[in-house]
């Protein structure tokens, strides 16, 4: 089993409520699982930021479901500005 980081910012962080926490993955993790975990763990709030937010893995923007190779995701929601 895999373990990660995962970090929160802005609204990501106010739906966890926690700016950072490990998260433990199955053995072939992919971002969809992610995807999908975080939002059966913090419900609504997270899913609207999920729905037009992106993943930052290891320094990588990452808007797909593919595999999840890495040790520190970022949740980020979108923002604003050109």
Do not use: N
Request: net charge negative; glycine share 14%.
């Amino acid at each position: 089993m895999a373990q990660i980081t995962v970090r929160y910012f802005a609204a990501a962080a106010e739906a966890a409520g926690v700016d950072e926490e490990p998260w433990d993955l199955g053995v072939s993790p992919t971002i969809g699982e992610l995807r999908a975990g975080l939002a059966r763990r913090y419900g609504a709030a997270m899913e609207r930021v999920l729905r037009a937010g992106s993943f930052l893995v290891d320094g990588e923007v990452r808007r797909d479901e593919g595999a999840l190779r890495g040790s520190v995701v970022d949740v980020l929601p979108p923002f604003a500005g050109g």
